[in-house]
């Protein structure tokens, strides 16, 4: 008989089915149904069943055909009662009470030796078929797992295959073993790369003990295997940072990074030592040149770097997931790592302080400044212009508010100058002889900084200024022929300090060392010499004071004139014209001489001055005067 709820075969006498335990209908017969095919896909459909095995599709019951047998008549035949004494009543009581007891117990008895009978299934034992081995080196040993298929097969193949057969199972696998390992089978390692010697190895069973039981009818035994890794010999290492140099380059904050392999992976003198080197890239020996060029390296960031800060350098092959394995198995020695760390230096960053300059790039500067401005003297200036000092004061520098790139400079140095300039200018007897001043600087852009505290700027990349200081001769009383001087530069320092500092604060901040005391002086002399000029003005006489000649420098000096001076007279002749150039006189007579009128300026010391500085009548005057006085002294 088949059971009525799965349809396994069954002896005809079972009460339960040894297959689901289900409960079966005694004393009726069921007829065995015709064999039924699904109506989708056409695979046979098992007795009882209500989707299709295969595609899952609905199946239409069929009407059972039962032979029903007819029912036995039971015959009740009236008997007697018997009476029994209240003592015989309850004994009979206690007997009935025994018997149902105990056909209890027989039942219950049964019902669970069918259900130990169900669960009575042969079993496998997994852990004979599986061996979990280590191999490889120390440190860098690898856990593998070996399921000997062959032995299972020969042991449960068979069987597994009439079960299927049996059960009309269709099977995806080549074999039925195959589909058995697939469907019920299954574990994983908890670690299987990078061992050392003493690492627990546990391969753990992730089994389909249901599946096994249900559709294949064997049930599944099986525990964790745990191997301790031992005997793992040391793999030889190389460093794969040999040879590569990372440089730094760029200015800080925008820095930048690279790699230079500088010493390839064959020159590290590595050997064919791998265990189970099949690689016919390599031959016997060291690496060809091409193969061991596969190394190549990322830098975990390579912009926006300063110095002191950390980069990551990684070894990798593009061309292989796991380089340890490869180097392992390609030259029988592993990277001592695959990582380094490099500390950013050698950037440059721009100056941010004054105190950053260092006196080598301030000389620097200073020196291209005044070769700028004498350039301008020599290119520029006329007879009547004389520089008579170029004077540094300091400076002011602008860094920029930004910390990223700026779309103008990063930082600006202005040095600072007092230039001194004597304007002389000489009309119908009349002459103009003044020394103005004037502020004038000249910048400077991008200084930098490297990490040894060495500052570099380009000096030929500077700026000068676009205003300029005009000064007029005064042709107020009608007879002075007029001239005008124009000079780079600002009348006060307070000007230029607006200019360059003042009018930029919008995008950088300042600090200046520029020493004002020395403007200060120079306004306070400036303010004295024009309240000497307004004195002088008020009365002519006494500027002129002093002077034997005082038109020598515009008109020749008549012989004749010279009759009527004295010894004295004819000395202090020759000497004011090179009194009114500022000639410095080492005599002390002609020095207090001098000293005691306006005019007089000195500003040239003897072995500064030069003849050069005559215009030509002062020249024919001085030979004038000076064979005068070669005549009186013969």
């Not at 290119?379 to 008579?388: A, V």
């Amino acid at each position: 008989m088949r059971c009525s709820k799965c349809g396994r075969e069954m002896p005809d006498d079972s009460l339960f089915c040894p297959e689901c335990g289900a409960e079966q209908i005694v004393g009726k017969k069921v007829e065995e149904k015709e064999e039924k095919h699904c109506a989708n896909c056409g695979c046979r459909i098992p007795e009882g069943s209500l989707f299709c095995p295969e595609c899952g599709s609905g199946v239409e019951k069929d009407k059972a055909h039962v032979k029903i047998q007819p029912a036995r008549k039971l015959v009740y035949q009236e008997t007697k009662k018997i009476q029994r004494t209240p003592e015989e009543e309850e004994k009979q009581k206690k007997r009935n009470k025994i018997i149902v007891l105990s056909a209890g117990t027989v039942l219950g008895i049964c019902a669970i030796i069918a259900i130990l009978a169900s669960m009575m299934k042969p079993s496998i034992d997994l852990n004979k078929y599986t061996t979990v081995s280590i191999d490889g080196y120390n440190t860098v040993g690898q856990a593998g797992v070996t399921f000997d298929y062959a032995k299972f097969e020969k042991d449960y193949g068979k069987n597994l295959e009439k079960i299927v057969r049996k059960k009309h199972i269709e099977c995806f696998k080549d074999s039925v073993t195959e589909q058995f390992l697939a469907d019920c089978v299954d574990g994983a390692l908890d670690k299987e790369t990078e061992l050392s010697n003493g690492d627990v190895v546990t391969y753990k069973w992730n089994c389909n003990d249901e599946v096994a039981r249900s559709v294949y009818g064997y049930k599944l035994k099986y525990e964790d295997i745990e191997v301790k890794a031992e005997k793992l010999e040391e793999a030889k290492t190389f460093d794969p940072f040999e040879g590569i140099q990372v440089t730094f380059d760029g200015v800080a904050p925008n820095g930048y990074g690279g790699w230079q392999n500088t010493t390839m992976l064959h020159n590290l003198n590595v050997t064919w030592e791998g265990k189970n080197n099949q690689n016919p890239e390599y031959v016997e020996g060291n690496p060809s040149a091409s193969a061991a060029q596969q190394f190549g390296y990322e830098l975990d960031k390579s912009e926006g770097l300063s110095n002191g800060d950390t980069v990551t350098v990684t070894a990798c092959m593009y061309d292989e997931d796991d380089p340890t394995d490869y180097c392992l198995r390609a030259y029988g020695m592993v990277p001592e790592s695959l990582t380094k760390t490099y500390t950013v230096n050698g950037i440059n960053s721009y100056i941010k302080e004054i105190s950053e300059i260092s006196d080598e790039s301030l000389k620097e500067m200073q020196s291209q400044a005044e070769e700028v401005y004498q350039d301008d003297v020599v290119q520029n200036w006329g007879e009547s212009e004389k520089l008579k000092s170029l004077t540094y004061m300091g400076n002011y520098l602008l860094v920029n508010k930004k910390n990223d790139d700026y779309w103008g400079s990063n930082n600006i140095l202005y040095l600072v100058y007092q230039v001194q300039v004597e304007d002389t200018y000489s009309n119908k007897g009349k002459t103009y002889t003044e020394l103005n001043t004037i502020y004038w600087y000249i910048c400077f852009y991008d200084l930098l900084v490297d990490s040894d505290g060495v500052t570099t700027v380009d000096v030929t990349n500077y700026g000068t200024p676009y205003s300029g200081v005009r000064i007029d001769v005064d042709e107020a009383d009608g007879w002075w022929g007029g001239t005008m001087w124009y000079y780079d530069g600002y009348e006060t320092l307070d000007e230029l300090y607006q200019e360059a500092v003042t009018d930029n604060l919008d995008s950088y901040k300042h600090e200046d060392n520029v020493n004002e005391k020395l403007a200060a002086a120079s306004e306070t002399k400036k303010a004295e010499q024009e309240n000497k000029e307004e004195s002088s003005n008020e009365n002519a006489s006494e500027a002129e004071n002093g002077m034997i000649f005082p038109d020598s420098s515009t008109a020749e000096i008549n012989s004749e004139d010279l009759k009527k001076l004295s010894d004295e007279e004819l000395r202090y002749a020759v000497n004011e014209i090179y009194a009114r150039h500022g000639y410095i006189f080492k005599d002390d007579q002609l020095r207090t001489y001098y000293e005691q009128y306006d005019w007089y300026k000195e500003t040239v010391k003897p072995e500064d001055f030069s003849d050069s500085v005559f215009n030509e009548v002062e020249k024919r005057n001085i030979q004038t005067l000076q064979r005068e006085r070669d005549a009186r002294n013969n």
